[in-house]
């Protein structure tokens, strides 16, 4: 262990290894924080078996990963498996503790609380699901022969190319403040402006497209950072990505912050081949709940119209994120009305034809599929799992066939980066993801993830196109030179 008490990694040839008594401390935290939330409860609820059942398997389930690298003696805090599994545990173990408790699973009147064992298999089926296609398709690292080492020419072509898609990405970010004619105080957290005032106040045309573009600049700050000259991050990639931060937390997308704040984290240990200590991932969960989704939503809400006065509360701040991670009602919903109305066979998937085309050409563009029946029974703006979607589509056999493709998708980045380690494009993508996993389960919309996902993704993309080809120009001269020089 170094001074700094971060952990000392190294890739072994099938799995990472990290010192297992810190697995063992992870596991013992794990079930300490349970029990304490369960103590905090009435459990009054404790004598409806079949919550208690599901919850106790769906609980042991959200463990597995760690178990399994306690057991292998292998042990990544930064695999794409332990973001799923930790959503799972906060979405529907500990948030369905506290529903039940509160007697609070009601949604628009209706009461879905006879509806939770259900929903509780249903998310221990889509966890499975994602195992399964995550542990099957583990592969060993790849030859030494597929690594490819970076020279300065490259980090300084890539670090120029991040500077064009930082100013690109930004100045379509600013071209929808402009277009907008959107108040720049409506976007300043620590001003007098509400949540999303900007919405009220702009007085001009909304550009899906130009605000969407905000969704890059995190991208684009870590190529920045990733390719820098020297070890130590300067002063201005820092004051860049609190820019960015403060810019998020102005629009209220908490997820964005998430995505931000967790993926430079992630990088910060990637690039220096450690993993955070026991403490210091307490310590980040701690920032997340309290200062991402306890302060900004406190922002967000009503009842505030800063956070700049005064720091809130943290009982404020609990309950914000209490209210903001109720996604077990509206998965009820669903679970609900789904057999009632039927399955929509992935009607709700067509939607990704018809996103890209302006709605100022077409108003009413995801109305031409048609439009759920469920929809009116959920709150506008409530989101779901991400296996919800693969439910109302096709079923259970949609939680397995869909969640599988996530789990095998997410194998496949991991087992990139562990064949390349010290890859600063990989790395930034399994920062990237690994931060972003937590913002994709709570979105039931496939149209919203995919999307998403080109926009968070596409500066890495295009950074590894264009270096690519950069590369094979080089290899042709340099192979041309030898042919002429014989």
Same mark, same amino acid.
């Given at each position: 262990?170094?001074?700094?008490?971060?952990?000392?990694?190294?890739?072994?040839?099938?799995?990472?290894?990290?010192?297992?008594?810190?697995?063992?401390?992870?596991?013992?935290?794990?079930? #300490?924080?349970?029990?304490?939330?369960? #103590?905090?409860?009435?459990?009054?609820?404790?004598?409806?078996?079949?919550?208690?059942?599901?919850?106790?398997?769906?609980?042991?389930?959200?463990?597995?990963?760690?178990?399994?690298?306690?057991?292998?003696?292998?042990?990544?805090?930064?695999?794409?498996?332990?973001?799923?599994?930790?959503?799972? @545990?906060?979405?529907?173990?500990?948030?369905?503790?506290?529903?039940?408790?509160?007697?609070?699973?009601?949604?628009?009147?209706?009461?879905?609380? =006879?509806?939770?064992?259900?929903?509780?298999?249903?998310? *221990?089926?889509?966890?499975?699901?994602?195992?399964?296609?995550?542990?099957?398709?583990?592969?060993?690292?790849?030859?030494?022969?597929?690594?490819?080492?970076?020279?300065?020419?490259?980090?300084?072509?890539?670090?120029?190319?991040?500077?064009?898609?930082?100013?690109?990405?930004?100045?379509? @970010?600013?071209?929808?403040?402009?277009?907008?004619?959107?108040?720049?105080?409506?976007?300043?957290?620590?001003?007098?402006?509400?949540?999303?005032?900007?919405?009220?106040?702009?007085?001009?045309?909304?550009?899906?497209?130009?605000?969407?573009?905000?969704?890059?600049?995190?991208?684009?700050? *870590?190529?920045?950072?990733?390719?820098?000259?020297?070890?130590?991050?300067?002063?201005?990639?820092?004051?860049?990505?609190?820019?960015?931060?403060?810019?998020?937390?102005?629009?209220?997308?908490?997820?964005?912050?998430?995505?931000?704040?967790?993926?430079?984290?992630?990088?910060?240990?990637?690039?220096?081949?450690?993993?955070?200590?026991?403490?210091?991932?307490?310590?980040?969960?701690?920032?997340?709940?309290?200062?991402?989704?306890?302060?900004?939503?406190?922002?967000?809400?009503?009842?505030?119209?800063?956070?700049?006065?005064?720091?809130?509360? #943290?009982?404020?701040?609990?309950?914000?994120?209490?209210?903001?991670?109720?996604?077990?009602?509206?998965?009820?919903?669903?679970?609900?009305?789904?057999?009632?109305?039927?399955?929509?066979?992935?009607?709700?998937?067509? =939607?990704?034809?018809?996103?890209?085309?302006?709605?100022? *050409?077409?108003?009413?563009?995801?109305?031409?599929?048609?439009?759920?029946?469920?929809?009116?029974?959920?709150?506008?703006?409530?989101?779901?799992?991400?296996?919800?979607?693969?439910?109302?589509?096709?079923?259970?056999?949609?939680?397995?066939?869909?969640?599988?493709?996530?789990?095998?998708?997410?194998?496949?980045?991991?087992?990139?980066?562990?064949? =390349?380690?010290?890859?600063?494009?990989?790395?930034?993508?399994?920062? #990237?993801?690994?931060?972003?996993?937590?913002?994709?389960?709570?979105?039931?919309?496939?149209?919203?993830?995919?999307?998403?996902?080109?926009?968070? @993704?596409?500066?890495?993309?295009?950074?590894?196109?264009?270096?690519?080809?950069?590369?094979?120009?080089?290899?042709?001269?340099?192979?041309?030179?030898?042919?002429?020089?014989?």
């Amino acid at each position: 262990m170094n001074p700094s008490g971060s952990t000392t990694f190294e890739l072994a040839d099938d799995h990472p290894m990290v010192d297992r008594q810190r697995v063992s401390l992870m596991l013992s935290l794990l079930f #300490l924080l349970s029990a304490a939330a369960l #103590l905090g409860v009435e459990l009054d609820w404790l004598e409806r078996e079949q919550e208690v059942v599901w919850l106790t398997i769906l609980g042991l389930a959200c463990c597995l990963p760690i178990i399994i690298a306690w057991l292998s003696g292998g042990f990544d805090p930064f695999e794409p498996v332990y973001p799923i599994a930790a959503a799972t @545990f906060i979405y529907y173990v500990i948030m369905v503790v506290v529903l039940l408790d509160r007697n609070a699973v009601r949604v628009q009147g209706i009461d879905y609380r =006879n509806d939770m064992p259900k929903v509780l298999l249903l998310a *221990l089926l889509a966890l499975v699901s994602f195992y399964t296609a995550y542990y099957i398709g583990r592969r060993r690292a790849g030859p030494v022969a597929r690594r490819v080492e970076w020279n300065d020419g490259d980090r300084s072509y890539v670090h120029r190319l991040a500077l064009v898609l930082l100013g690109l990405f930004g100045s379509l @970010f600013i071209l929808w403040i402009i277009v907008g004619r959107i108040p720049l105080r409506s976007l300043w957290i620590f001003g007098e402006a509400s949540y999303q005032a900007w919405l009220s106040e702009a007085e001009g045309a909304w550009v899906g497209y130009l605000f969407a573009a905000q969704e890059s600049l995190p991208a684009c700050a *870590l190529l920045l950072i990733a390719t820098r000259r020297g070890r130590h991050w300067p002063p201005h990639l820092i004051l860049l990505v609190v820019a960015i931060t403060v810019l998020f937390a102005g629009l209220g997308v908490r997820a964005r912050i998430l995505l931000m704040a967790g993926s430079a984290t992630v990088l910060y240990y990637l690039q220096r081949q450690k993993r955070p200590s026991a403490w210091q991932i307490a310590l980040m969960a701690f920032v997340v709940v309290y200062a991402i989704a306890g302060a900004v939503g406190i922002y967000r809400g009503p009842e505030r119209a800063s956070v700049g006065d005064s720091a809130p509360a #943290l009982t404020a701040a609990v309950e914000k994120f209490i209210e903001s991670s109720d996604i077990a009602s509206p998965t009820a919903v669903y679970v609900h009305w789904v057999p009632v109305f039927g399955y929509d066979w992935g009607k709700s998937f067509l =939607n990704l034809l018809v996103t890209p085309i302006p709605s100022a *050409l077409w108003p009413d563009k995801y109305l031409f599929f048609g439009k759920s029946p469920i929809e009116a029974f959920r709150p506008s703006g409530a989101m779901a799992a991400i296996f919800v979607e693969f439910y109302s589509g096709f079923g259970p056999v949609g939680i397995v066939l869909g969640m599988a493709l996530v789990g095998w998708l997410c194998r496949r980045v991991y087992d990139a980066y562990r064949a =390349n380690p010290h890859d600063p494009l990989m790395q930034i993508t399994l920062a #990237l993801l690994w931060a972003y996993l937590f913002h994709i389960y709570g979105r039931n919309s496939v149209t919203l993830i995919v999307y998403g996902c080109i926009y968070v @993704f596409t500066p890495v993309y295009v950074a590894r196109w264009l270096l690519a080809r950069r590369r094979r120009a080089r290899a042709t001269r340099a192979r041309q030179g030898v042919f002429y020089a014989t």
